[in-house]
Each structure stands twice: as structure tokens, then as C-alpha cells.
């Protein structure tokens, strides 16, 4: 049975940094791309991050801008994103999801599994 579980979120104010990290169970963890998306209330998911199996490729959204850094520790089975410089426009519920494309891809659609998601507030 496959699980992804994030933890990390919370509540912060603007200008802080949070690290989301995301454990993965019950599958090969290092045959797997690994992606962040967010939901923020009465808008769609939107991807955030993604990194390959081997960590040397990553993709960012636009809106990131330079904030966030994900990473992944094929040993630990952990995908983390790094979250800088926190806007009000950041809230959301961000989720950890595993892909067995070829190719990394900011496309949802494209990932098979998925995690329960963890809430980041930040005030401003």
C-alpha cells in the first residue's frame, strides 16, 4: 500500500520560510519522480515543484520566483520543499504526489499517487 505523508505546514507570517516534507512508503521511492502542488480555497490545484528520480532535474512554477527549493533523499525516502520570502498569496493546502512518468511534468494528471495534503497559512 502505497503512502505519501506530508508534514510541515502551519501557520507563519509573511517573509518567514517553511520546509514541507513528504514520506513515502511502499513504493520504490528512487524510481519515482516527485511533485508539490497546492489548493488554496475555490481555486484548483496547482502544481509547485518537481524534481526527478535522481534529483538532477527540477521544474519550478513561474510563481515561485526564486522562493522555493525542492529536493528529494532517495536514502530517507523523503521529497522536501523549502519555502522562502512567504506571501499571503502562499495559503494553501500543499500535496506530495509520485509520478512513474518518463519525464518529470507539472501536469496532475501525470501522478499517480498522492498525499493527504498539509495546510501553510501565512499572515500578513
Known amino acids: 500500500q502505497v503512502q505519501l505523508v506530508e508534514s510541515g505546514g502551519g501557520l507563519v507570517q509573511a517573509g518567514d520560510s517553511l520546509r514541507l516534507s513528504c514520506a513515502a512508503s511502499?513504493?520504490?521511492?528512487?524510481?519515482?519522480?516527485f511533485g508539490w502542488f497546492r489548493q488554496a480555497p475555490g481555486k484548483e490545484r496547482e502544481f509547485v515543484a518537481a524534481?526527478?528520480?535522481?534529483?538532477?532535474?527540477?521544474k519550478y512554477a513561474d510563481f515561485v520566483k526564486g522562493r522555493f527549493t525542492i529536493s528529494r533523499d532517495n536514502t530517507e525516502n523523503t521529497a522536501t520543499l523549502h519555502m522562502n520570502s512567504l506571501e499571503p498569496e502562499d495559503t494553501a493546502v500543499y500535496y506530495c504526489a509520485a509520478s512513474r512518468r518518463a519525464f518529470i511534468s507539472d501536469a496532475a494528471v501525470w501522478y499517480n499517487y498522492w498525499g493527504q495534503g498539509t495546510q501553510v497559512t501565512v499572515s500578513s
Open positions: 511502499g513504493l520504490t521511492f528512487s524510481t519515482y519522480h
Open positions: 524534481i526527478s528520480w535522481s534529483g538532477s532535474i527540477t
